[in-house]
């Protein structure tokens, strides 16, 4: 089993340009390497990271302290990482040190073991097979995502999901979209412009201009799809004078709750994330009522409000905040904490989609995450960007291997 030999941190630049950091290690001659994301709108809860030279430092802290040691398990590694870092929030090493030692490490093991990353990680939930996500996939950009020179819209994405829950068929299909959608924005001068994850930026203050634009690519569009939105209401919401707010527009909880219930029933959404700011939560509640009079099959899925952590999923379950999650390893700083949270979320009956950050490098571990555990959806921006696109292949490339598979049986 994996002994750590060695460890190199390296400084990169994310799809941002920003600075983050990739961790190779070796165990003899087999190496595992991870690089970490960054978000823009961020949970408080959410694990905490440190600047990228004192990240490095710690990996030199980590290597000292594992020196000699075997690791049998990822919850060996974690729990290690857990106790040498000794806080909730993994502010001393870093989430961004200890993401990229147990994602690299993962990889170290898989290789070890024979086994492909997907199984390894779908051994370590609970889950009782693997299957492909839906890909939710953000083409019209907008809130913080988007250089505020342009006006963007308010909310932070629009999001196409096709039908199929082949990979290949869905990206397929959003590329389609994508090509008929520039048809819908040309004539409006727009569609030459692009927001941090790849897609669209679309100016204006409507929230509902993006869905509007999207429904009607959807009539001309050869392919079903869905739509979803992700607001990222906690960027919008000023505690202040206690109302939600975008350049000069402004809506009270129940306003804004009554776009989403207009919108949720005009173009048949699929799913709400981060409808209300993360600590309004009696807001969220009266969403989740709403739904229960309706009997909507709406997902509201919690991402600042539940920052992949189980103590939060249970508390906004408790509760009834909620029916779903967005899972992202780097806002809890371990894979076996992530893959924890996702199995409780699970166990409430709740929808788990794994997803990226908006600040992206080329590491694909987020697609065999969201195979292994059987999630949902994959939310990884649009596939105009590299760093995107490269999770979505990632998936396309374990169905193929599936198939080939099931040739040589
Ligand atoms: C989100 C994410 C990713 P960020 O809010 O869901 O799309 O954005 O990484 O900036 O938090
Ligand atoms: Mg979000």
Same mark, same amino acid.
């Given at each position: 089993m994996p002994k750590i030999s060695a460890a190199k941190g390296i400084i990169i630049n994310d799809s941002r340009g920003e600075k983050t950091i990739e961790v190779a290690l070796l165990s003899g001659d087999i190496e595992g390497k991870a690089s970490i994301p960054s978000g823009k709108s961020r949970g408080k809860m959410e694990a905490k990271t440190v600047p990228v030279e004192r990240a490095l430092e710690n990996l030199d802290r980590f290597m000292r302290a594992a020196s000699g040691r075997t690791f049998d398990s990822m919850r060996e590694i974690d729990n290690f990482l857990i106790e040498l870092d000794g806080t909730e929030d993994k502010r001393n090493l870093g989430a961004n040190l200890t993401l990229a030692v147990s994602i690299a490490f993962s990889r170290l093991l898989s290789k070890e073991k024979g086994i492909p990353l997907h199984e390894l990680l779908r051994n370590e939930s609970a889950v009782a097979a693997p299957s492909f996500p839906r890909l939710f996939i953000n083409i019209i950009n907008g809130g913080l995502h988007v250089n505020a020179s342009l006006n963007p819209l308010p909310f932070q994405e629009q999001l196409i999901i096709p039908k199929t829950s082949s990979p290949e068929g869905a990206l397929k299909s959003a590329f389609s979209f994508i090509e008929s959608l520039k048809g819908v924005l040309s004539p409006r001068g727009e569609g030459d412009r692009f927001g941090d994850e790849g897609g669209f930026v679309v100016s204006g203050l409507n929230p509902e201009l993006g869905l509007e634009l999207l429904d009607e690519t959807r009539r001309i569009h050869d392919g079903?799809?869905?739509?979803?939105? &992700?607001?990222?209401?906690?960027?919008?919401?000023?505690?202040?004078?206690? *109302?939600? !707010?975008?350049?000069?527009?402004?809506?009270?909880?129940?306003?804004?709750?009554?776009?989403?219930?207009?919108?949720?029933?005009?173009?048949? #959404?699929?799913? /709400?994330?981060?409808?209300?700011?993360?600590?309004?939560?009696?807001?969220?509640?009266?969403?989740?009522?709403? #739904?229960?009079?309706?009997?909507?099959?709406?997902?509201?899925?919690? &991402?600042?409000?539940?920052?992949?952590?189980?103590?939060?999923?249970? !508390?906004?379950?408790? *509760?009834?905040?909620?029916?779903?999650?967005?899972?992202?390893?780097?806002?809890?700083?371990? *894979?076996?904490?992530?893959?924890?949270?996702? +199995?409780?979320?699970?166990?409430?009956?709740?929808?788990?989609? *794994?997803?990226?950050?908006?600040?992206?490098?080329? +590491? &694909?571990?987020?697609? &065999?995450?969201?195979?292994?555990?059987?999630?949902?959806? #994959?939310?990884?921006?649009?596939?105009?960007?590299?760093?995107?696109?490269?999770?979505?292949?990632?998936? /396309?490339?374990?169905?193929?291997?599936?198939?080939? !598979?099931?040739?040589? !049986?």
């Open positions: 079903e799809v869905d739509f979803g939105i &992700d607001a990222a209401s906690s960027s919008l919401w000023n505690g202040k004078d206690k *109302v939600y !707010e975008w350049r000069e527009s402004r809506w009270n909880g129940d306003e804004l709750l009554e776009v989403y219930k207009w919108i949720s029933e005009r173009y048949n #959404l699929l799913s /709400i994330e981060d409808p209300f700011d993360e600590e309004r939560e009696e807001e969220w509640r009266k969403l989740m009522r709403w #739904l229960g009079e309706k009997n909507s099959g709406l997902w509201v899925i919690g &991402d600042d409000l539940t920052v992949t952590s189980a103590k939060k999923i249970r !508390e906004m379950a408790k *509760v009834g905040a909620a029916n779903g999650v967005i899972i992202k390893p780097n806002q809890r700083g371990t *894979v076996s904490e992530t893959i924890a949270a996702a +199995d409780l979320a699970r166990q409430f009956g709740w929808k788990v989609i *794994v997803s990226h950050r908006s600040g992206e490098t080329d +590491d &694909d571990f987020i697609a &065999d995450l969201a195979y292994g555990i059987g999630a949902d959806g #994959l939310k990884a921006g649009s596939p105009l960007q590299q760093e995107r696109l490269v999770k979505y292949k990632r998936l /396309i490339q374990i169905e193929k291997s599936l198939k080939n !598979e099931s040739k040589l !049986e």
